[in-house]
Structure formats: structure tokens, C-alpha cells
């Protein structure tokens, strides 16, 4: 099967739109809504006060219409879902992590998600879950491509503004989408269960500076065709991201990540650090962009397993509705 480290779904976004949401944000163009909000004051003023009337030099109060009642406003229905497409492209040196002849390939990626509006349990705890499909299709090794479907549920607890925890698990199933030598189109060669415990913060450091942290902690249980395939382990991240909000819709970045793999069934540990870059672009309410860049250095026990090399990655995602 083909080697899964320094995969598109390996690279950690921790700040889902969910927990975005709940966490404080930047305090961008605050001049300008200062400047709004004095103007509406002032609208407000002179059309509450006297006017005159300039050719018979009297002053009369303008008119007031009587009050009506006002019918209390409709309460909008509170959506519990919505469907995502997301499409990306993924280029690097070293696609399957071999240092037997590594290749160089690109990667394109496409899909939907369903995913639970957050479901209060508590005054600051949700329940959230999702079903991704995803597409994976090499440029050039598309003997190896392959499809996803993955589920996720996960439960939020925010304990401040800045701070937040997760537990969670999810299950993420890999099958061939064509005949290869070893393989039929169809065969499922991974069903992972992962069960995890992070925690996470955001530190203002200006006005449009953000620096966000995590760690997770995963454990692996794998169902592979054989125990020579077997990925169980304990997995440690750690991820550090420096945000800068040039607009609300619009930050550039600079991350680092570390990852530690404990294999559980055999001798083997990975270990890796990778320093990118990113640039992420809120098209719309319903779209944005996201650019990364980047290099991954690390070692492996086993001699096979090299993730050294640089890469490149595009997303785009749109949202189709809410229900």
C-alpha cells in the first residue's frame, strides 16, 4: 500500500470554523467602526431635533408619526447542519516518504463534508460531528489512487476566550479506486480508529497579531490486511502558528509543527518537524482560499521512511447550504 506519511489529511488545522468562532478575534479597522458608529449617532441627532425654515425665519418641530406597536421579531430557525465541497491540489518531492527513489508528484483532493452545527451540553461544552468523502488522485502514480470516508465527532469544551479543549474520535477508511499489480479497485488497505485529547489557546499579541497554540495527544487502532501493515501508535503534535489579520477576511501566517509517532506493534518511531507557511483568504461568507508552503525535516527507525523534502498545497472550499 502507499506509504501515508506527508499526505494533505497528515497536515494539522486545528482551528476549525467551530472553534474559530469561540475564540477572541482581532480587533481589525476599529477606527473605522468608530467613525461609522458617530456617523449613524449624528443621523440619529439631527433627525430627532428641530428644524427651521429659512424663508419665514420660524422654527418648527418636525412632525412625529404616532408609534405603532411592533410585533415581536421572528425568531430565525437555527440551522442544525450544512454541506461543504472542498477541492486542493498537493505537490511535493517526496510523495511516499521512501528514500528508496523518491518521487516527486502532485496530488488532487476533492469532496464533500456534512457536518452537526455545535450542540449545546452545557454552558460552555458542544457536541459537533462530521462525514467527510474525499477523492485522492496522483498526477502521476495513479496506480495508488484512492478514496476516504471518514466520521468524526467530537465534544468542545471552551474554558475562556483564549482557551479551549477537545476529546474526540474518528474513524477514516482508505480503498483502492483502480487495479494495481497486488490490489483490485474496491480494496480497502487502512480502517483507522483514532481517539484523541487536545488543548488549545490564542494569545493576542496587537490588534491583527494572533499567536495560536496546540497539542494533541491520538491513539491509533488499525484493522490492516496484515501485521506487517499494522500503524498503531501513540501519536504526540505539537503546532505553534504566528496569524497576522491584514483584514477580518484576510491573515498570512507562519506555523511550525512537531510530531512524534510511537509505533505500538513494532519497532518503530517517526519523528518530524515542519515550518510552512500559510495564507488564507475569506473569499465570502460562504468561501475562502487557503495557500501553504513548506519544508518537513524528521527521521524514522525505519530505514524505508524518509519525510525530509518541501511542499506546496492549495484549498479552496465552498459552503452549499445550511438545513
Do not use: C
Not at 56 to 72: N, V, Y
Not at 86 to 100: E, Q
Not at 112 to 117: E, F, I, Q, W
Not at 238 to 255: F, H, K, M, R, T
Request: no cysteine.
Amino acid at each position: 500500500m502507499p506509504q501515508l506519511e506527508g499526505q494533505p489529511a497528515d497536515f494539522l488545522q486545528p482551528s476549525s470554523p467551530a472553534i474559530e468562532q469561540r475564540l477572541q478575534l482581532p480587533e481589525i479597522d476599529y477606527a473605522q467602526r468608530l467613525k461609522r458608529l458617530s456617523q449613524l449617532l449624528q443621523e440619529k441627532k439631527q433627525a430627532s431635533t428641530e428644524v427651521s425654515d429659512s424663508e419665514l425665519g420660524i422654527i418648527r418641530a418636525r412632525p412625529t408619526k404616532p408609534l405603532e406597536p411592533q410585533k415581536p421579531p421572528k425568531r430565525p430557525e437555527r440551522s442544525i447542519g450544512y454541506l461543504q465541497a472542498h477541492v486542493g491540489y498537493f505537490h511535493t518531492n517526496n510523495i511516499f516518504s521512501s528514500t528508496v527513489a523518491p518521487i516527486e508528484d502532485g496530488l488532487i483532493y476533492s469532496g464533500l463534508t456534512l457536518a452537526s452545527m455545535p450542540i449545546r451540553l452545557g454552558n460552555r461544552t458542544f457536541l459537533n460531528g462530521s462525514i467527510d468523502g474525499n477523492l485522492m488522485r496522483y498526477i502521476n502514480q495513479s496506480k495508488y489512487n484512492y478514496n476516504q470516508v471518514r466520521f468524526n465527532v467530537g465534544i468542545f469544551q471552551q474554558f475562556s476566550s483564549q482557551m479551549y479543549g477537545e476529546i474526540g474520535w474518528s474513524n477514516q477508511q482508505l480503498f483502492y479506486a483502480r487495479n494495481g499489480t497486488n490490489f483490485d479497485a474496491g480494496q480497502r488497505f487502512l480502517n483507522e480508529d483514532s481517539f484523541r485529547l487536545s488543548l488549545g489557546r490564542r494569545d493576542p499579541l496587537t490588534s491583527k497579531l494572533m499567536l495560536d497554540s496546540f497539542y494533541e495527544l491520538r491513539l491509533s487502532l488499525t484493522d490492516p490486511p496484515s501485521q506487517q501493515d499494522n500503524r498503531d501508535r501513540l501519536i504526540h503534535t505539537a503546532w505553534v502558528s504566528l496569524n497576522y489579520y491584514l483584514e477580518p477576511s484576510l491573515q498570512i501566517g507562519l506555523d511550525y509543527q512537531f510530531g512524534l509517532s510511537d509505533f505500538t506493534r513494532r519497532q518503530r518511531e517517526d519523528i518530524y518537524h515542519r515550518l510552512y507557511g500559510h495564507f488564507t483568504y475569506g473569499l465570502s461568507n460562504y468561501t475562502n482560499l487557503s495557500v501553504q508552503g513548506g519544508v518537513t525535516l524528521g527521521s524514522s527507525t525505519d530505514r524505508n521512511i524518509d519525510v525530509d523534502g518541501w511542499f506546496f498545497s492549495i484549498n479552496y472550499n465552498l459552503e452549499l447550504g445550511r438545513f
